[in-house]
């Protein structure tokens, strides 16, 4: 008995301390208190000690900064008006034409009054009064872990003060809310045709309780243009006729055919007159033109199309929305679809409804962020047209038919609905950084690719165009990338150099002209168009960031041709144009345009002469250029104007002017087939060094190699009655202009017949210089000239259906290959007979380490390894965003993923912060699960061994 009574309370004290073991070792185990986890450095046991209290503050946070009244009708966006708003205010049209947001100072549909009345998405600002509980959420978030007495406290304070609020408002806001209603009216009557047509769209209006459908009748016929014929008489209120906005008729009660105006609420024909019927909230009044008995007339949908036509920053008229198709009710004006288009394409319109009707201010423009409304300078104002007409009625009163089209055009009055241009310029279309082996023409004449020195073959022929295609006209080829481009007509081409096929199609604003020379310079690849236009377009996806304005046609010589060399230079591109015909040229203008934004930096007009043909050099600050006249004079390539007194060489000048690498010399080629050598002095003032006669006739320009200049043209022989002509290559030496070599035979046979009009490609390889050039007669094959022999060979002649006449020049691609078209519309490539495509001699390295990158889309793998791939590094920034580029967005999930750990921590799930210490912290967390049940079993162990001793001493 005395063991017995010894042990019990022994085996008592066991029992609660095994107890508590359990328990401790359980709850350490399972969630590791804020101070374990501090010391150990994990954050998600901090976040999950904390987060019962954070997650209260939480919701006290959402609570208090509801703003009161926000789920009782507070008013939205497009829909009720603000209090002291006139009831026309209210107006908004629901039905064809979507809610608008009013614009400032209009009375417009939709009219809401302070726009900052809610904050996006629904939420409203913070009101004055609920400071208490935003501080706490604040202090909350802030901390992490509120002392969790004081928060309860201040969370209860909060919520009593956001719900006195709001419990305040929502009854003031009710109380609001009871004196309006919101009802919606049209008016159903025949159009010009008798269908069934809506003289006024279902229009939603806003009425004070108690109005009849009299009032919200006079409303509509205010808001809708109506001109109706209603009142008040002994009966009652009264609608005798409504005006027909097709017509003109007045229309009333029709003996004939039983018709009137009858009213019908919530689609039921009435039995009470308009002043009799009090309005409900959600009632809907149709007036229909129909006879007793009839129902309301079922009013047809059909397709109309609306567009906006504007300037774009250069002045092009271009579409700031294109001719978008609008599904519309029989009896939608003008103005409702045009608001429906204004929406659908993101346009900043300034329009509402005044005392005149339905007005339209202005648009945003989409180019330059203007308002452009009425200009007092130009005249220019939105003007309407429909289907191509400028309209006598205003949008409001003009209704729409199937298949009408409605256009906004930024014109002046009288004028004809502007011809927009054909592409639709993105200034922000991204430009690749590309090098190019041949940028324009004649800019890489000297060239120091491997090119051919034995026989050749035919790599390809693509034809650009039809043969028989007078019309079109095709330009000198240029390479960028790994790419060939060409124009034709109002197109540029991209083309595999391998395979001659097209990778790509850019449109053009306006065709090229005869002559189109080319230049890539910053991304984009720059075409000279008709009219005196330049078109950029980027050379990876050809798309167009800019264009020109049209330059002024003039009086004698018409339009102006863009037939210069393009001279880039400084960020700019300098060129010149000609408005001429086949004998003369009338006048011109010399244009400096950025290449960054196609803005026209300056234009000087040349009223005696064009620039046909011709084409400056940069000298400095200067640009030295000749004209029709023969004169070549300095221009300040900043400002445009012309710097000293010039120089009269005494012929037309249809040649690009050449710089010497002195710096302080040029060279020019006039008509009558001279070389002249100008001094450029620091002032601009101009003197001929020098001059040799090398031809009889030459437009060519020359190219400078090694000290001497190659220049073609053409000789002729004989009197007026036996003339005989051949075209003529000469070597000359820059220093001092003797004519080392004239070549006018190839393979033996004279030149009959031929100009050599093309720029000479010249390539030094193994010591000797080899001369590639074109003629301007049959077959329009390739010649090249050794210099130092005799006479030069044609190492290629198209098949008989490509024989044409060629005054082009040929392009040279990184490996070699030369290409050019001829007269044929066909474009040629050549390279050198070998096992890899060209010359078995020994070839220059063609890695590039300014490799340019690959551009976007698909591109053809080329057949020829020596053709240059552009992009095949890992730095294309036009890639995917892969790699480096693409750990932003994967940061910002793992963050949304920690905050979305640290409020469920109390489900045992620790939060993992982002980066290489996941794995860590995950092994800190279990390691300290482990720890607390070893220690836990050990003192069930050391217990167990303590009871075991007491009961043998006992």
């Known amino acids: 008995m005395l063991r017995s009574h010894k042990a019990a309370p022994c085996c008592g004290v066991a029992r609660h301390v095994v107890t508590a073991v359990l328990l401790a070792a359980i709850t350490v185990a399972s969630v590791p208190t804020a101070a374990f986890a501090e010391a150990l450095g994990i954050e998600g046991a901090v976040a999950a000690a904390s987060q019962p209290v954070a997650s209260e503050a939480a919701a006290a946070s959402d609570e208090g900064t509801q703003r009161p009244g926000a789920e009782s009708g507070a008013p939205v966006a497009g829909g009720a008006a603000p209090e002291g708003a006139a009831q026309d205010d209210a107006v908004h049209v629901e039905q064809g034409v979507p809610e608008e947001e009013a614009v400032d100072g209009s009375a417009g ?33 802030a901390t992490g872990r509120p002392d969790s007495t004081q928060a309860g406290a201040d969370r209860d304070d909060a919520a009593e003060d956001a719900s006195a609020v709001e419990s305040a408002d929502s009854q003031e806001k009710d109380a609001e809310d009871a004196q309006k209603l919101n009802v919606t009216l049209a008016v159903v009557g025949p159009d010009a045709d008798g269908a069934h047509a809506y003289w006024a769209p279902s229009t939603s209006l806003e009425m004070e309780d108690g109005s009849t459908a009299a009032d ?195 014109s002046a009055s009288e004028e004809d609905l502007p011809e927009p241009l054909p592409v639709v310029p993105d200034p922000d279309a991204p430009r690749p950084e590309w090098e190019s082996a041949w940028p324009g023409y004649a800019s890489g004449s000297n060239t120091e690719a491997a090119t051919p020195t034995g026989e050749v073959k035919e790599s390809w022929v693509s034809s650009i165009k039809d043969s028989a295609d007078w019309a079109t006209y095709v330009s000198d080829p240029i390479y960028v990338g790994s790419y060939v481009y060409i124009a034709a007509g109002a197109k540029l081409l991209q083309i595999d150099p391998a395979t001659g096929k097209t990778v790509r199609e850019g449109a053009l604003a306006a065709p090229i002209d005869s002559i189109a020379r080319m230049v890539y310079a910053d991304g984009v690849v720059v075409v000279p168009l008709s009219g005196g236009r330049l078109q950029a377009l980027t050379a990876d996806a050809l798309t167009t960031v800019w264009v020109t304005a049209k330059l002024p046609a003039n009086e004698q010589g018409g339009e102006q041709q863009s037939l210069s060399t393009l001279i880039v230079k400084d960020g700019c591109v300098y060129f010149g144009t000609a408005a001429a015909d086949w004998s003369d040229s009338y006048g011109g203008y010399l244009v400096c345009v950025d290449i960054k934004t196609g803005s026209v930096k300056w234009k000087t007009e040349n009223a005696d002469a064009g620039y046909y043909w011709a084409g400056a050099a940069a000298i400095g600050s200067l640009l030295v250029m000749g004209d029709d006249t023969g004169f070549v004079y300095a221009v300040d390539s900043q400002q445009g104007t012309r710097v000293g007194e010039g120089l009269d060489l005494g012929a037309r000048v249809r040649s690009t002017v050449v710089a010497d690498p002195d710096g302080s010399t040029v060279y020019v080629v006039t008509v009558n087939g001279v070389l002249h050598k100008v001094r450029v002095g620091a002032d601009g003032e101009l003197s001929e060094a020098g001059k040799v006669q090398f031809a009889s006739a030459s437009t060519g320009t020359p190219t400078l190699a090694g000290g001497r200049l190659y220049v073609g043209g053409q000789l002729v022989q004989g009197s007026s009655g036996g003339q005989a002509r051949c075209g003529v290559l000469a070597v000359i030496d820059a220093k001092t202009l003797q004519v080392e070599h004239s070549i006018t035979s190839a393979d033996g046979t004279a030149l009959e017949g031929s100009n050599v009009m093309s720029a000479p490609v010249v390539s030094t390889q193994g010591g000797a210089t080899y001369v590639y050039f074109t003629a301007n007669s049959l077959p329009g094959g390739v010649y090249r000239y050794r210099v130092g022999d005799a006479t030069a060979s044609r190492i290629y002649t198209p098949s008989e259906d490509k024989q044409n006449y060629c005054m082009g020049s040929i392009t040279v691609g990184p490996d070699g290959s030369l290409y050019y078209v001829n007269d044929s519309g066909a474009l040629f490539a050549i390279a050198g007979v070998g096992d890899d495509g060209s010359d078995d001699q020994e070839q220059p390295e063609t890695d590039n380490p300014d490799k340019p990158e690959k551009p976007e889309g698909d591109t053809p793998e080329s057949e020829d390894d020596d053709v240059q791939n552009p992009g095949d590094d890992d730095t294309n920034p036009g890639g995917d965003g892969s790699g480096d580029g693409g750990s932003k967005g994967d940061g910002d999930e793992r963050d949304a993923e920690q905050a979305s750990g640290a409020l469920s921590a109390t489900a045992g799930k620790n939060v993992r912060k982002g980066g290489d210490t996941d794995g860590e912290q995950e092994d800190s967390v279990r390691m300290l699960s482990v720890a607390g049940l070893v220690a836990g079993v050990i003192g069930l162990v050391l217990i167990g061994a303590w009871l075991v001793r007491a009961r043998r001493r006992a």
């Open 109 to 141: 549909a939709g009219a809401t009054g302070d726009a900052q009345q809610e904050a996006p998405g629904g939420l409203a600002d913070e009101p004055e009064g609920s400071d208490g509980a935003g501080q706490l959420a604040a202090g909350a978030t």
């Open 216 to 410: 919200a009748s006079e409303q509509l016929f205010k808001r809708a243009g109506l001109t109706a014929d209603y009142g008040t008489g002994d009966y009652g209120w009264y609608l005798n006729t409504i005006t027909s906005p097709y017509t003109g008729d007045a229309l009333g009660w029709d003996q004939a055919t039983g018709k009137y105006w009858q009213l019908f609420v919530n689609g039921e024909a009435s039995e009470l007159g308009a002043g009799g019927v009090t309005l409900k909230a959600g009632d809907v009044v149709t007036w229909a033109y129909s006879a007793f008995g009839d129902g309301i007339p079922t009013v047809g949908a059909f397709e109309v199309s609306v567009s906006v036509v504007g300037p774009d920053a250069n002045g092009n008229n271009v579409t700031w929305a294109s001719n978008t198709r609008l599904t519309v009710e029989n009896g939608t004006a003008a103005a409702a679809a045009s608001e429906l288009l204004f929406k659908e394409a993101g346009l900043k319109a300034d329009y509402g409804t005044g005392s005149y009707g339905w007005y339209l201010n202005t648009i945003t423009s989409p180019y330059t962020g203007d308002a452009l409304g009425w200009d007092q300078a130009t005249g220019k104002y939105w003007q309407l047209f429909v289907n191509g007409t400028a309209s006598e009625l205003g949008a409001g009163s003009v209704m729409l038919k199937a298949g009408d089209a409605v256009t906004w055009a930024y």
